[in-house]
C-alpha cells in the first residue's frame, strides 16, 4: 500500500514535468529538421528523449538477439505491445532509425504532431482498419525512401496484464505490398511497470528478445495470414520462455 501511494505521488509530480519536457524536445525537433529534413541530430533528440523518458519509473532494461538484424534490409519491426515503455525501448535497444504507426489522436497534440510528421512518422486511423492500408503504403513508402525502419504493434493497442491481443494482419499486409522483410521483437515487464489506464508509474526491468528475420520476398497478399501465424507463434513463444526465466 505504501509503495502504491509513493509511486503514485512521483508519478502525479512528474508526468507534468515530462510533458512539458516533451513539448521541449519535439520544439527543437522541429527546428533541427527545418535546417534539414532528415538531420541526424533529430535521431539524437529523440533518443534523449527516450532515455529521459525511462527515469519515470525508472526502468533499466536489457536486450537480446541483436545479431539477428541485418541493417542493410528494409524491414519492419513487429512487436508485442504491454506499456507506454515499449516504445523507449525499442528506440534505445534496436540501434535502427525507427518510425512508427502512430493513432491519429496523437497528431491532435500540438508541437508533438508537427514533430511527429517533421522526422516521418506516419499517421493511421485504426477505426477504418483495411480501407486506410493505401493511404498508410504511400507513408510507408516515403519513410522507407528516407533510409527508415518502420515499427508497428499489431495487437493495434497496448494489452493489460501477461496476456496478448491477437494479432491484426494490417502490420503483415504492409510488409508483403513493400516487400519489407520482418523483425520479430518480443519485450516482458513493460506492462508490469505502467499497465495501460494505470495512473501509477513503477520502477522496473525490461526484457526485449530480437528473434530471426522473415523474408517477405515473393509473398503475396494470398500469404498474409500465415504470415501473421508464423510471426505471432514466434513472438508469444519467445515471451512464453522469457517469462519462465524470471
Not at 515487464?189 to 515473393?218: D, F
Request: some cysteine.
Amino acid at each position: 500500500m505504501i509503495r502504491t501511494v509513493l509511486n503514485a505521488v512521483k508519478t502525479a509530480v512528474l508526468m507534468p514535468l515530462f510533458a512539458i519536457f516533451t513539448l521541449t524536445m519535439a520544439a527543437a525537433v522541429i527546428i533541427v529538421s527545418l535546417v534539414r529534413r532528415d538531420a541526424p541530430f533529430a535521431d539524437k533528440i529523440i533518443l534523449f528523449w527516450c532515455r529521459v523518458f525511462l527515469l519515470l519509473g525508472p526502468i533499466t532494461y536489457e536486450v537480446s538477439g541483436l545479431e539477428n538484424i541485418d541493417p542493410s534490409r528494409k524491414a519492419v519491426v513487429v512487436s508485442n505491445h504491454d506499456s507506454n515503455f515499449d516504445i523507449p525501448i525499442a528506440f534505445l535497444t534496436l540501434r535502427l532509425p525507427i518510425r512508427y504507426l502512430a493513432k491519429k489522436e496523437l497528431f491532435s497534440i500540438p508541437l508533438f504532431a508537427e514533430a511527429m510528421r517533421r522526422v516521418g512518422m506516419i499517421e493511421t486511423d485504426r477505426a477504418v482498419g483495411v480501407k486506410a492500408i493505401g493511404q498508410v503504403n504511400t507513408g510507408v513508402s516515403d519513410s522507407v525512401a528516407r533510409g527508415h525502419q518502420l515499427m508497428i504493434y499489431p495487437e493495434g493497442t497496448r494489452t493489460a496484464g501477461v496476456a496478448t491481443r491477437p494479432f491484426k494482419k494490417g502490420a503483415f499486409r504492409i510488409a508483403v505490398d513493400n516487400k519489407l522483410d520482418i523483425i520479430p521483437m518480443a519485450i516482458v515487464g513493460s506492462g508490469e511497470a505502467w499497465e495501460p489506464g494505470s495512473k501509477v508509474i513503477y520502477p522496473g526491468h525490461v526484457k526485449a528478445r530480437v528473434l530471426e528475420m522473415v523474408s517477405t520476398e515473393g509473398l503475396t497478399v494470398d500469404d498474409v495470414t500465415a504470415l501473421k501465424d508464423q510471426v505471432e507463434a514466434m513472438i508469444h513463444g519467445a515471451i512464453d520462455e522469457m517469462r519462465d526465466q524470471t
